[in-house]
């Protein structure tokens, strides 16, 4: 490895904790600040955070390969994110910054299902906690992976020593900072994400003559790369752009928007996070087209087309510009995995530890528990990272479609229906992941084929879990009225902010 690469990424390692250090000292006295920032996070760090923790390392390697591979008919999945991201900022944004700030404070997902339906039982809420720590948990380990295959790839290290070194900082940081911690790193490596995909499509394209040459190379190639239709069904467009759906049920990203400092933040948060969006999702696109023009006019050998950036970044830029450029991919992975922690962290605390365990727990101790729980976590994906090829790391790749599932309909229903009852919620919860989970494992086709060949699972499972909330909900008695007295003051502070 250069002498300047090493360099720009020990200095990028040293900022991570450095902000660490500063979030420690800001807004970890008690539990709010810890796992919530105390609500005091400002639209720019709410959006970047938010679109940080939610593309990984997706928006450098994965969606840069498939274009690389297919050209714009892979595009429809950024096109379903973008339009995805745009409705969750204008559908739950709002509604559940006011909606958890009134419903006693609400500090997690699970806390806050909890207190809307008044639920003395506890079930919803374990319930939801379960599937949070479970999914989260194996969630970082595949974060965790990532950042173990780029220090062997990219950097030439042993993949343990990358596992380690990727885990040892973002532990660091989450551990110290909390909340406060991870959503500022998440701002600088949204920083970083937004300047790389800016600059190295930029350069290439330059060094290839500009959009036109590049355009008839990729012609020469195949005329097909820069058509979006091509090749693709209705159903598949459907398929790709439904990834959207999973926006409404992601506990690590809607967590953002109880955490932004006031309502009157939430259009300009929106203003923000999308245009970062849109700009890093063009980038990422371009990524993948430019690289593929860029290797076949130099004869480079691209074995595995989602190390494209990878590649333009090492063969274009100086060993300075290419450890800060390798640094974007290292923001994109590690913010997802701080985020992840922190989410699983916080229902180990509140929903388990200060619910059934120590319900008289004061807030040094709770503070305590969050920061082991982030280390416990930690260890556990580590375990199951250990080996790359590990079965356990294929139940990842569906558990977008799990929560946007299991939780998507119940975030929203919650918000937008007052009739909606608990019965309601854990009906459509539980409804939501069981039809995913048939859809991506019963051979029920020929050939013993999934019916997730046919259609994207989160597709039947959101319509199943939203069609089970409404007719359970509808079986039973109203809510409380204490329910529907929080969600009428709900209503009543938003169209007083829209006036």
């Given at each position: 490895?250069?002498?300047?690469?090493?360099?720009?990424?020990?200095?990028?390692?040293?900022?991570?904790?450095?902000?660490?250090?500063?979030?420690?000292?800001?807004?970890?006295?008690?539990?709010?600040?810890?796992?919530?920032?105390?609500?005091?996070?400002?639209?720019?760090?709410?959006?970047?955070?938010?679109?940080?923790?939610?593309?990984?390392?997706?928006?450098?390697?994965?969606?840069?390969?498939?274009?690389?591979?297919?050209?714009?008919?892979?595009?429809?999945?950024?096109?379903?994110?973008?339009?995805?991201?745009?409705?969750?900022?204008?559908?739950?944004?709002?509604?559940?910054?006011?909606?958890?700030?009134?419903?006693?404070?609400?500090?997690?997902?699970?806390?806050?299902?909890?207190?809307?339906?008044?639920?003395?039982?506890?079930?919803?809420?374990?319930?939801?906690?379960?599937?949070?720590?479970?999914?989260?948990?194996?969630?970082?380990?595949?974060?965790?992976?990532?950042?173990?295959?780029?220090?062997?790839?990219?950097?030439?290290?042993?993949?343990?020593?990358?596992l380690w070194i990727t885990a040892a900082v973002v532990v660091a940081y989450t551990m110290i900072g909390g909340f406060m911690a991870v959503s500022l790193t998440d701002f600088v490596q949204g920083i970083i994400m937004f300047v790389a995909l800016i600059v190295v499509p930029a350069v290439a394209l330059t060094s290839l003559g500009g959009i036109g040459p590049t355009a008839a190379t990729l012609a020469e190639i195949n005329p097909d790369l820069l058509t979006l239709t091509t090749g693709v069904t209705v159903v598949g467009v459907i398929s790709a752009m439904a990834w959207g759906l999973g926006y409404f049920g992601q506990p690590h990203i809607i967590v953002r928007f109880m955490a932004i400092r006031s309502l009157r933040d939430v259009p300009a948060a929106r203003n923000i996070g999308m245009s970062w969006m849109a700009v890093t999702l063009i980038g990422a696109l371009a990524t993948g087209l430019v690289g593929l023009a860029y290797a076949t006019t130099n004869n480079l050998e691209v074995s595995d087309p989602e190390t494209i950036f990878i590649i333009l970044s090492d063969v274009l830029f100086n060993p300075y510009v290419t450890g800060f450029l390798l640094a974007a991919i290292l923001a994109a992975v590690m913010s997802t995995i701080s985020s992840q922690l922190l989410v699983s962290s916080s229902s180990l605390t509140e929903d388990f530890y200060a619910l059934f365990l120590r319900r008289q727990a004061g807030q040094g101790e709770l503070v305590m528990i969050g920061r082991l729980s982030v280390v416990a976590v930690a260890l556990?994906?580590?375990?199951?990272?250990?080996?790359?090829?590990?079965?356990?790391?294929?139940?990842?790749?569906?558990?977008?479609a799990g929560f946007g599932a299991a939780f998507g309909p119940l975030v929203i229903l919650s918000l937008m229906w007052r009739r909606m009852t608990r019965n309601g919620a854990l009906a459509g919860m539980i409804t939501g992941a069981v039809v995913v989970l048939f859809w991506i494992y019963a051979p029920v086709l020929e050939d013993g084929a999934t019916l997730s060949s046919v259609i994207y699972e989160i597709i039947p499972g959101f319509i199943a879990s939203a069609l089970a909330i409404v007719i359970v909900s509808l079986m039973g008695r109203e809510p409380p009225e204490s329910v529907r007295v929080t969600f009428d003051q709900v209503q009543a502070i938003l169209k007083g902010e829209r006036a």
């Open positions: 490895m250069e002498t300047g690469t090493v360099i720009a990424l020990a200095a990028y390692f040293a900022l991570m904790l450095g902000i660490g250090l500063y979030a420690w000292r800001k807004s970890t006295s008690d539990v709010s600040g810890y796992m919530l920032g105390g609500r005091r996070l400002g639209p720019a760090v709410t959006s970047l955070s938010a679109g940080a923790s939610d593309m990984s390392g997706w928006m450098l390697l994965g969606l840069p390969g498939a274009l690389y591979v297919s050209g714009l008919s892979d595009a429809w999945i950024a096109i379903g994110l973008f339009i995805g991201a745009l409705a969750n900022y204008l559908i739950v944004a709002p509604r559940l910054r006011v909606h958890t700030e009134l419903a006693s404070n609400a500090i997690t997902i699970p806390d806050y299902f909890d207190k809307r339906f008044a639920d003395t039982s506890r079930l919803l809420r374990v319930i939801s906690s379960v599937v949070i720590v479970i999914f989260f948990t194996l969630y970082t380990s595949s974060g965790l992976v990532a950042g173990g295959k780029l220090f062997e790839t990219a950097f030439t290290l042993d993949y343990t020593w990358g556990v994906a580590i375990a199951l990272a250990w080996n790359p090829e590990n079965n356990v790391l294929g139940l990842v790749a569906n558990a977008w």
